[in-house]
């Protein structure tokens, strides 16, 4: 793959949307049965926003019930559009300068699909990059330790650090990761009450890890095949730090020209 190629290319498609008079809740139990971390809003025909998990998120920690909000009565993510003909580089470019996590492929009449955080992961994966992992490793990825913590100690350290998860640990021995797209089965298996429960007592799943050492197009592969937008970075069997979608395209540039 070249970073040259077209967007159109690489895009997810089609694009799935719901309405904007709907539910908060409906869209959040329809984006969990589908796997998504995003939704294009629709009002008539046109789109005119897009509901991620951190708008979600943010309604949580205010301690708002999504069950009684609107789509129509949040903030959005501002729809961004490129042409189907826009260099992968150039869209990830526009995605940094716009400060968000998706850009349309198309125009508001007519839309290809969409370029996600999540594509970025296996643009990374197969372009393989010269950069060092620890060029863009954060050692301050937040990590919370498993006996004191609740899933609301989570989602709070995912909107105030600006991570898509945080690393669990149980006395400096990591035990897995906990990203949005956990927090989204937890809502929707458990309503609000889910957010109170402590992590000791829910299975934590391992998520993705790997060495320092590896090449980052293999971090992004691992992550890429488990589906996970964080992993956790081990150097000399030592939990040092993590890296996540939104920081793969944050450093997009750096990482492709080294």
Known sequence: MSINESIYEIASKPLISIDINEYVSNAVNFMYERGLRRLAVKQGDQIVGIFNLT??????????????????????????YVTKTTPIKEAIDIMNQKDVTSVLVGD????YGILTTHDIIYIISSIHPE????????????????????????????????KSGVLVVNKNNYVGTITMRDIIKIYSDMGLEGLEVNLVDIPIDEGAYGSIGLPLSDLASIMYNKG???????CSHKLCGGIDDLMLTRYFKK????
């Open 131 to 162: 950069i060092g992992v620890q060029d863009i490793l954060d050692k301050e990825y937040p990590v919370i330790e498993i006996n004191d913590s609740k899933m609301i100690d989570a989602v709070d350290n995912i909107i105030n650090k600006h």
């Open 228 to 234: 996970s937008d964080v992993i956790a970075i081990f």
């Open 108 to 111: 508001p009449e007519r839309i």
């Open 55 to 80: 708008s979600l998120l943010k309604i949580l920690l205010e301690g708002s019930n999504p069950s009684n909000l609107t789509l129509s009565s949040i903030e959005l993510e501002s729809p961004i």
């Open 255 to 258: 990482i492709i020209e080294g």
